[in-house]
């Protein structure tokens, strides 16, 4: 069990000054278009590509693979500030950093990290991380998506279900089912460039929150994949699925603190503008009551947050807080969300008044990268062992 001693509670110069930079970012360039993108399901391309230019999307990435070399903390700091405005957004920098740059910076072959990471941590091309089928959502041992081995290359074949950025990417980290008969430890993941023959993008789906990000089925019919693109040994898909689901989940817990964050921000203005019964609604018990505790849940969620980006950093075993800090940040989300259309009233069920996105947004935090349900199995086998 780690204490939270040696936890310090200042952030420094450098953290300062990347959520500067990530708070212009959001205000800005994502905060103009962010209920159009949302209502037309529209993916923030340029806002994405500008996201690449200022360092966002392979922040934890050595400079000499095109990142920004960077740690956990800073990245966490730029997840929250972006997510206040535009958890879309958010999630495209999320799965791009913790999944898919974070995997091949930890097990790929130098190759893989010229030909790949570079262009992927610089924001030049974007990456998608395929774990997800139809029957394998948090069962993911259940892999039906099969890599025949035909020696010097792999033959693909199977379906991917919720791909974010799944049509905007370039480069696919898929997970395959190589020898059924060892089960979870006859998996591979594998890098499957765009464009290859058999390699067909679904239809996008029509979801109820974060509905600029581009979440796509992926179809692969006799894709062949070159040996050299395995990553890991033979047989090291899952463990590479789980460990980097890990980090991933930090990098949900912090988008997840962002959009309570963005509603509380929100709230406040809003309770101090608002008038009812002769007076701003900010000096009634009963919306003062709910603020309050929105910014203590808010705070209680940054702490676990921080707390998982430090353990990562200082190369602790981050499995449980990692865990704990999703699960609880997206109940904060939820939670917060909820409040915050209740105290905009009317207001808040408008889209003009951002509130209701947020709300909408928050929900898919309790889902993806391991439900809540997953996440408390997670902290008790932990607690366990």
């Known amino acids: 069990m780690h204490t939270i001693e040696g936890v310090n509670f200042q952030l420094s110069e450098e953290h300062l000054a990347v959520r500067d930079a990530a708070r212009d970012f959001a205000q800005n360039d994502l905060l103009p278009g962010v ?16 996201m690449g230019e200022l360092g966002f999307m392979g922040m934890m990435i050595d400079p000499r693979y095109g990142g920004s070399g960077m740690d956990t903390l800073s990245y966490v700091i730029a997840m929250e500030e972006i997510c206040k405005v535009d958890a879309s957004a958010g999630v495209a920098m999320s799965v791009n950093n913790s999944l898919v740059c974070y ?4 097990y790929g072959t130098e190759e893989q990290k010229q030909k790949y990471l570079k262009p992927l941590a610089s924001g030049q091309i974007i990456g ?22 035909m020696g010097d290359h792999y033959l693909i074949n199977g379906t991917k279900n919720w791909i974010t ?57 006799d894709v062949k994949v070159p040996k050299e693109n395995r990553i890991g040994p033979e047989g090291f898909g899952f463990k590479f699925a789980m460990t980097t689901l890990n980090g991933g989940r930090i990098g949900i817990a912090a988008q997840a603190l962002g959009i309570a ?66 699960l609880f940040a997206s109940e904060v989300a939820m939670w917060v969300t909820t409040e915050a259309v209740q105290i905009h009233g009317g207001y808040g069920y408008v889209r003009e008044f951002h509130v209701e996105r947020m709300m909408r947004d928050a929900k898919i935090t309790q889902i ?14 932990e607690i366990l062992k």
């Open 35 to 50: 209920i159009e993108r949302d209502i037309h399901t529209k993916f923030p391309k340029e806002e994405i590509k500008k």
């Open 103 to 106: 995997g091949l910076n930890q």
């Open 128 to 149: 998608a991380f395929c774990l997800s089928e139809p029957e394998a959502g948090s069962d993911a041992t259940s892999q039906k998506t099969t890599a025949e081995d």
């Open 165 to 221: 950025n799944g049509d905007t990417s370039s480069v696919c980290l898929v997970m395959a089912q190589t020898h059924v008969e060892l089960k979870h430890k006859g998996i591979n993941c594998l890098i499957i460039e765009k464009g290859q023959d058999g390699f067909v993008v679904g239809k996008k789906e029509d979801k109820m929150g974060i509905r600029a990000s581009d979440t796509h089925s992926l179809m692969f019919s």
């Open 261 to 326: 964050a963005g509603a509380f921000e929100l709230s406040v203005k809003y309770a101090k503008e608002r008038k009812a019964f002769g007076k701003t609604i900010s000096e009634h018990q009963a919306i003062q009551f709910k603020l309050a505790d929105m910014k203590t849940k808010i705070e209680a969620a940054r702490l676990l947050v921080y707390k998982a980006a430090r353990d990562k950093d200082a190369g602790l075993d981050y499995v449980e807080s990692a865990a704990m800090a999703k």
């Open 368 to 381: 993806y990268e391991g439900t809540s349900e997953i996440q408390k199995m997670v902290i008790a086998r």
